[in-house]
């Protein structure tokens, strides 16, 4: 592998400026004359806009403009879109509402943008926003999903009757598994929920549009994790200018986490006042905005029913999900519960009957989306957190249980679209028990009992889904955009190289992984590698970093151009060394021809592919290749959680005594990197599970955790020392044999701590986030 | 955050002085609580004086048994003193459990008195050791100091110069955090001197920081934590919230008072 290439632990190159304060992001953008944009929000969750009165704030000092939705709609500006289209089980496409990116007549949930205030400066912008007087018509909020698909609720979108914006199944029929479930030797029922959560990204949203008047031109600098997707939806469905006209940019970006996917109204808005107003459009969401109206994740309501024979195998699983999807449908909203979630419903087990029923509802309160995992935590949750009280019930082991339900052999047809390409969760699942020392925890327990601590354990055994995705597959289940990734390399004059990848980076270390793969390949130092990404003007075309896909996707583009690069520079040193081409070997930084003694170095392969001096006939100059990559398959990364707690059972608090984790990712470039990954992703599913949840006031819609004063983060001193390791089932599928990495820790960990919790009160009757009040309460029901 | 001229005062009287100018001038000592408000442009005084460089407000002294802690003083000078740590070892505990370290070197402990946060930790200590709020017109007992929810017995201009307190012989802490915010979802003070035991509690009561008389009543001739499990706390008297409901709160006060009586010294 080398020190710098494939396997090698190389600290990241881009945390030099990261952790040094020189880190370039949107806010930190500056253009001449630019100007700072504030937007009117709404207080109400639901209500009729009557009449907006900007003449006391346009008079305000500073103020450039005051603009609204209705000067946005006659300007041809378009709705916000939902670009995934799923049909219901009767064959209706999706009810979509409309979304506007200033809402001109209805608002439909707090934070709902109204208005926009063009100023000098932040302070000035602020100060007029809060003089535009919008005189609402308040109407009745649903926030609740399963409440708003009730008879007489508040009616969000006119599209949508009752609210339901799709009803949706997936897998046997309904009839067949109904049968199995009554032909069982037992069934486990239960009601899961799985929490709200904001995504709460170090870096807020932000946005600088840039209007160019003389070449009617757009430039925009956003806190984006996909800027070509960015500029696509920009410029095909909201009109604010074609794509050789808009040019967009996402420079470093601080943590996106799924929410930085979705374009939302600020920065249409940005580029379209830019225009309006004549001068650069800034604006950077504070924290508050942030809770209000990035897309917020999760939030499912489902009922399962598990069915086992008599030697305890699974024979059939239902499960009914609603799904609160917020006011509007966010970019990739419809895709979350239903193919990224119900297509996980069979696990690591063999299923012969999987029947899913997803609903989707409109509710007064913000859009929700992707987030770190996007449905595959809420398949995990729901199936991890049921096998184990099915474990419960028939007095089994949970280890043994799921042992006895692993899929074996590969690969594996599930009935739920799935095809599971390789894994061996038994490896997984034999680590992190040997790891945890399983064996050794009953003594464990009654040495906590002694001190007067409730000690529990509790494992997950998760699969996942990534490197989304074989672009004609996703067109058949209804994706509006093509899921392949591009890469180019470009070697220098000199040797240098260049990478252009369509994937972006905004903490995943793509610019020390990707440069490790041209080290490995070529035998150079990753310092003359860099990496180039996150602007549409430079490169070519490319779908962005989500769904733990810039590994098995992204850098098997990169490797497709590479194969490229490397075999048009053996041409050119075989014809320097007067060589058969198929005896060039490239490592060390040289070409040698096997064998021999003979080398040329890297720079001067290079060097002679610039100035054409001496290359092969017919050859043209230069050294520079681009390829598409489009996955044949998912990628499947499966693992094994265990974590253990020990309860203060008068206080109810938790404290996580340690937590394994025993991840397949296939083959790995970074090991460090992917550690980082995992240990983010356990904190932050230790945070779903243990501290944070949206609330809203269900009568007034009002959210109620708007700041960190009432939404729980995770802190250093929440989490224990992560013991993580890896085994590997190389992915058939992929150049590279890759899975992907960024979201497993997040989708694996809450139901090993839920389960782990509920194990040690003796009290199945817990939800997430698991405080300490609703552990006391539960200790207190459980005696 | 709206715009705001600020003043840096040089003694109390420049304070006071400055005080009266502008047309909605506050003091701001650590600004922990005021400058996050104004960021969120929830308060908007249009002159700031700030009190943390007044040197007669500043400093540490214990003297002939008496605990003086200027006004000026931080949590983390509080937490790290060690005349604090032989005086009342409690007190520097609490003031190692507020907040983060960024808090710690900024907050004072007037600035935490004064603005009698009902899940700030100060205020249990001070009604605990029957503190005397020394301000620079008069000396205030905590008893009478703590008047309700974010409200106090200052008037309008009147500056905390300092906070005293005669050492007690023993006193312990204990609190549990609200698990976003950090502030104390119950903390509870306990201090036993030769006139008796008081006990002091923050974050719980509906009207902010109370004395509980009833766990008073059981440690003044038995000052253990098993003194304590016959009292009961109303929930009825309790706050309720997102974290924490009012039984829970009220359980946590027996809780929490056990613990600080066992680690009282």
Known sequence: MGVEGIGARVARKEDKRFLTGKGRYTDDMVVPGMKYAAFVRSPHAHAKIKRI????????????????????????????????????????????????????????????????????????????????????????????????????????????????????????????????????????????????????????????????????????????????????????????????????????????????????????????????????????????????TDAHGRDHRSTVKMAFDKDNRITALKVDTIANFGAYMSLFSSSVPTYLYATLLSGQY?????????????????????????????????????????????????????????????????????????????????????????????????EAEKRGKKRGIGMSCYIEACGIAPSAAVGSLGAGVGLWESAEVRVNAVGTIEVLTGSHSHG???????????????????????????????????MGTYGSRSGAVGMSAIVKALDKVEAKAKKIAAHLMEADESDIVIENGEAKVAGTDKTVPWFQ????????????????????????????????????YICEVEIDQETGKTDIIQFVAADDFGNIINPMIVEGQVHGGIAQGIGQALLEGVHYDAQSGQLLTASYMDYAMPRADDLPSFQVSHQNTPCPGNPLGIKGC????????????????????GNNDLSMPATPQKVWAAIHAAH | MYATNYHRASSVAD????????????????????????????????DLVDLRHVAEMKGITVSGGTVRIGAATT???????????????????????????????????????????????????????????????????????????FETALNEDEIIVAVEFAAPEKAGYS????????????????????????????????????????????????????????????????????????????????????RAVAAAT
Not at chain 1, 522 to 533: A, C, E, K, Y
């Open chain 1, 53 to 292: 009165d900007a003449s006391a704030a346009e008079k305000m000092p500073g103020v450039i403009a005051v603009l609204n939705g209705q000067q946005m709609l006659d300007d041809g500006i378009g709705n916000l879109i939902c670009g995934w289209m799923i049909h219901s089980k009767d064959g209706s496409p999706m009810k979509m509402g409309a979304w506007r990116p200033l809402a001109h007549e209805t608002v439909r949930y707090v934070g709902d943008a109204v208005a926009v205030v063009v100023a000098d400066s932040v302070g000035e912008a602020r100060d007029a926003a809060e003089q535009v007087v919008v005189d609402y018509e308040e109407l009745p909020a649903v926030t609740d999903a399963a409440t708003a698909l009730t008879a007489g609720q508040p009616q969000l979108h006119p599209e949508a009757a009752g609210n339901l914006i799709y009803d949706w199944a997936i897998g046997t029929s309904e009839a067949e598994t109904d049968a199995a479930i009554a032909a069982a030797a037992h069934v486990t029922e239960m009601t899961i929920l799985n929490n709200r959560l904001a995504p709460n990204p170090m870096e807020p949203r932000a946005a600088l549009g840039v209007y160019d008047s003389a070449e009617d031109h757009y430039t925009c600098y956003t806190t984006s994790q996909n800027p070509h997707v960015a500029r696509l939806v920009m410029s095909a469905f909201y009109n604010v200018a074609p794509e050789n006209k808009l040019r967009v940019i996402a420079p470093d970006v601080g943590g996106g986490f799924g929410s930085k996917i979705f374009i939302y109204p600020e920065e249409i808005v940005c580029l379209w006042a830019s225009k309006r107003a004549g001068v650069p459009v800034k604006w950077t969401s504070d924290r508050t905005e942030a809770f209000l």
């Open chain 1, 350 to 446: 063999a299923i012969p009957a999987i029947h899913a029923n997803v609903r989707a509802v409109y509710t007064n309160t913000t859009p929700v989306d992707a987030y770190r995992g996007a449905g595959r935590p809420e398949a995990t949750y729901l199936l991890e957190r049921t096998i184990e009280t099915a474990a419960r019930e028939l007095g089994v082991s949970p280890a043994e249980l799921r042992r006895k339900n692993f899929i074996r052999s590969f690969p594996y047809q599930t009935p739920v679209i799935m095809n599971y390409d390789a894994g061996n969760y038994e490896a997984s699942l034999e680590a992190s028990m040997k790891q945890a020392d399983w064996a050794g925890f009953p003594a464990r327990k009654a």
């Open chain 1, 508 to 542: 995943q270390g793509h610019e020390t992984t990707f440069a490790q793969l041209v080290a490995d390949r070529f035998g150079v130092p990753i310092d003359s590698v860099s990496v180039v990404h996150g602007d549409t003007d430079k490169v070519q075309m490319g």
């Open chain 1, 605 to 640: 392969v290079a060097l002679s592919a610039y100035t054409a001096h001496n290359l092969p006939g017919g050859m043209e100059p230069g050294l520079k290749e681009g390829a598409f990559y489009d996955p044949t398959n998912f990628t499947f990364p499966a693992g094994c």
């Open chain 1, 742 to 761: 960024g979201e497993a820790g997040a989708i694996g960990s809450p139901p090993a701590l839920i389960n782990a919790i509920t194990d040690a009160i």
């Open chain 2, 15 to 46: 304070a006071v002085r400055l005080k009266g100018t502008g047309e909605e001038t506050k003091y701001v000592s650590g600004g922990m609580t005021l400058i996050p408000t104004m960021k969120q442009r929830l308060a908007a005084p249009s």
């Open chain 2, 75 to 149: 949590h983390a000078e509080v937490a790290s003193s060690a005349e604090i740590k032989a005086a009342c070892p409690a007190l520097s505990h609490l003031a190692s459990l507020i907040g983060d370290p960024h808090v710690r070197h900024m907050g004072t402990v007037g600035g935490s008195v004064a603005n009698n946060d009902p899940a700030a930790d100060y205020p249990s200590a001070m009604l605990a050791l029957g503190a005397m709020i020394v301000t620079d017109r008069r000396r205030i007992a905590a008893d009478d100091f703590f008047t309700g929810l």
């Open chain 2, 175 to 258: 609190k549990f955090p609200n698990p976003a915010s950090r502030y104390a979802m119950t903390g509870v003070f306990v201090a036993k001197s030769a006139s008796g035991v008081r006990v002091g509690v923050t974050g719980a009561g509906s009207d902010g920081v109370f004395r509980h008389s009833g766990m008073e009543q059981a440690l003044a001739g038995n000052f253990s934590p098993d003194a304590l499990s016959g009292v009961t706390t109303d929930p009825a008297d309790m706050l309720s919230d997102l974290h924490g409901s009012a039984e829970y709160r009220a359980n946590l006060v027996n809780v929490m008072a056990r």
